[in-house]
């Protein structure tokens, strides 16, 4: 384990950096007041099948860290957020189904019952010498009672089929979620606490990372 740090203000500005595509997660950053630059990680997340949610998701948002982290020319002052999401349904890990069929099969198994939406968070401060964490958030995700015509027209829009667990909170899915056990940000792809608590033990203030 890494020891914990007193949060400090750099003397220079830190460079934030999202280690993800997805809107999503930068949206939720960006309205929590910071300004991340995107790098896209390219890792080929169907390469990995481990049996447990919770450590396949932790893993990827690592690999993705680390992988921007390899290739930045000058990494110092830098922090770097890595992140995947998974839902974890009777223990098994949904990702993102990948086209209408698989959505569709999806929202007939979560229909009316409730799951897990885990995502892992990999953090890089270097400063300049790095510094790594990796913890998981997890948020009770329950999902409304859809009939057949209500999963077709929600999986003809295309939104399910593109995002983890086949479904959003702040999108077209979120008349289709009945409610939530835990942190919302989560849900939506990147824990805005988990971030703030993961920042102060390697020793960065939140609110240094404002501009």
């Given at each position: 384990?890494?020891?914990?740090?007193?949060?400090?203000?750099?003397?220079?500005?830190?460079?934030?950096?999202?280690?993800?595509?997805?809107?999503?997660?930068?949206?939720?950053?960006?309205?929590?007041?910071?300004?991340?630059?995107?790098?896209?990680?390219?890792?080929?997340?169907?390469?990995?099948?481990?049996?447990?949610?919770?450590?396949?998701?932790?893993?990827?948002?690592?690999?993705?860290?680390?992988?921007?982290?390899?290739?930045?020319?000058?990494?110092?002052?830098?922090?770097?957020?890595?992140?995947?999401?998974?839902?974890?349904?009777?223990?098994?890990?949904?990702?993102?189904?990948?086209?209408?069929?698989?959505?569709?099969?999806?929202?007939?198994?979560?229909?009316?019952?409730?799951?897990?939406?885990?995502?892992?968070?990999?953090?890089?401060?270097?400063?300049?010498?790095?510094?790594?964490?990796?913890?998981?958030?997890?948020?009770?995700?329950?999902?409304?009672?859809?009939?057949?015509?209500?999963?077709?027209?929600?999986?003809?829009?295309?939104?399910?089929?593109?995002?983890?667990?086949?479904?959003?909170?702040?999108?077209?899915?979120?008349?289709?979620?009945?409610?939530?056990?835990?942190?919302?940000?989560?849900?939506?792809?990147?824990?805005?606490?988990?971030l703030r608590l993961m920042l102060a033990d390697l020793g960065v203030a939140?609110?240094?990372?404002?501009?």
């Amino acid at each position: 384990m890494e020891p914990v740090t007193t949060p400090t203000a750099s003397t220079q500005p830190w460079r934030l950096i999202l280690a993800s595509q997805s809107p999503a997660r930068l949206d939720t950053l960006r309205r929590a007041g910071l300004d991340p630059e995107v790098q896209v990680s390219e890792v080929d997340e169907s390469a990995w099948d481990l049996p447990d949610p919770a450590q396949l998701s932790a893993r990827l948002a690592q690999l993705k860290a680390e992988a921007v982290y390899d290739r930045l020319a000058s990494p110092s002052p830098v922090v770097v957020v890595g992140c995947d999401s998974i839902l974890s349904l009777d223990g098994q890990a949904c990702g993102k189904p990948g086209s209408p069929e698989a959505a569709a099969a999806l929202w007939r198994r979560t229909s009316g019952r409730s799951a897990i939406l885990v995502t892992g968070h990999h953090l890089i401060v270097a400063d300049p010498e790095p510094r790594r964490a990796t913890r998981v958030a997890q948020t009770v995700v329950h999902f409304a009672g859809l009939d057949d015509a209500e999963i077709a027209a929600y999986v003809a829009t295309g939104e399910p089929e593109r995002v983890a667990g086949g479904f959003t909170i702040d999108g077209l899915g979120g008349p289709f979620i009945s409610g939530l056990e835990g942190d919302p940000h989560n849900v939506v792809g990147l824990s805005l606490p988990l971030l703030r608590l993961m920042l102060a033990d390697l020793g960065v203030a939140w609110t240094s990372l404002w501009p």
